[in-house]
Each structure stands twice: as structure tokens, then as C-alpha cells.
């Protein structure tokens, strides 16, 4: 896929594209990530992105998006006021103001990460303590995918930066596991940086 075979795919109206990733960045991609927000955003029209407002790749990539359309960048956080100094989107949804007795797909889609099945349990049984603020974070992953009933589109596209010494591991993997289950195409690096190559 190129640039401009995503753009005449993709740049439609209610098309929800991800741009999210690590939190741990290498030094030298911190600009390329940023750069490809402001890319993707310039060389489009209709596409609302969606970030998880975490450090690191989210931080970067919503940078670039709102330097260029702010109104078309939304942030899904796992709590009010959830990194508000660095919250570049013009939409915020809190998962604060979620009914999660009728988002039973999200549920069981946050549940299937193991290593956090209990904390999600726990979260959505309404414990709000440090610990099942953790669940918190990998239902906020699972929302950016699924969206919510009446509220929140499901997104259409993804595009990731992974760290390929581990890959499609914790939040981010799960993410992508998320997008797989439910037939959400998404791309890393490898692709989308050669799309910055290609226009250098």
C-alpha cells in the first residue's frame, strides 16, 4: 500500500483511523512520528485520528495531527483529566462517563488480555483504586478499536509504531490483537515510514 492507495481508500467521511504506539521511542523516530501526523493529516480531508493520549508515539503523532487540524484528532483516556497538559485533541472521551454494563463486546475484548483479565473484571465492578486503574488503561486500547455504542464509531485503520525487539506486546499488542479480532487492517513503521521516504 502507498500513500496515495490509502488516501483514495480511506479519506472518507466517518472513517476513524489509530495513530498510537509505544511509549518508548528511539531518539531518532521521535521526529519521523510527528512528521507522519503532520503528513497524513495535510494529505487528507474527512479521516478523524484517534489517540490513546499516552507519552511516547501517541504524543508525537497527535502533535503532528494538531498542528495541522486539531478538530480532527480525538483522544480515548482511561480517566478525567488523564495527561490534560498534554492533550492535544479537540474530542476527549473519558472512561469515567462509560456504562460498561452495555459495552459487553468491549468487556470481553479488554478480558482477553491476560496478564490484565482480573484488573478489567475489577474496573468495570467499579473499583477504582491503583490497581484496577490498570484495567483502565487496556479497556481504553480496546474502545480505540471497537468505539461505543452510539457514541464512538469503531475505528477503520491503524497505524502503529511497535518496537520490533519485542513486538505487539502489552498495550499496543493488544491493540493490534484487538484490530485482528474484529478485521481492522493497520500497518507499523516498516510501511508508513516509507511513505516520509517516499516525499523527502
Not at 19 to 33: F, S, T
Request: proline share 4%.
Amino acid at each position: 500500500m502507498t500513500l496515495q492507495d490509502f488516501i483514495e481508500k480511506y479519506d472518507k467521511p466517518d472513517t476513524i483511523v489509530l495513530l498510537e504506539g509505544k511509549r518508548n521511542v528511539m531518539d531518532e523516530d521521535e521526529e519521523k512520528i510527528e512528521q507522519f501526523g503532520r503528513l497524513i493529516a495535510a494529505q487528507t480531508q474527512h479521516i478523524i485520528f484517534r489517540s490513546g493520549n499516552a507519552l511516547g508515539a501517541d504524543l508525537y503523532f497527535s502533535r503532528g495531527v494538531s498542528s495541522v487540524d486539531k478538530e480532527r484528532l480525538e483522544a480515548i483516556i482511561p480517566y478525567s483529566g488523564h495527561r490534560k497538559a498534554t492533550n492535544y485533541a479537540h474530542k476527549t472521551v473519558s472512561l469515567d462517563d462509560v456504562n460498561f454494563l452495555n459495552e459487553p463486546k468491549v468487556v470481553f475484548h479488554s478480558k482477553n488480555h491476560k496478564p490484565t483479565k482480573n484488573l478489567v473484571d475489577k474496573y468495570v465492578s467499579g473499583k477504582r483504586d491503583s490497581f484496577s486503574l490498570k484495567g483502565a488503561y487496556i479497556i481504553r486500547d480496546t474502545v480505540k478499536v471497537l468505539g461505543l455504542k452510539g457514541t464512538l464509531l469503531p475505528a477503520t485503520f491503524g497505524f502503529f509504531y511497535d518496537d520490533f525487539t519485542n513486538p505487539e506486546q502489552g498495550g499496543t499488542g493488544h491493540t493490534m490483537q484487538v484490530c485482528r479480532m474484529n478485521g481492522v487492517p493497520f500497518v507499523n513503521q516498516h510501511v508508513w515510514m516509507t511513505w516520509l521516504n517516499s516525499i523527502a
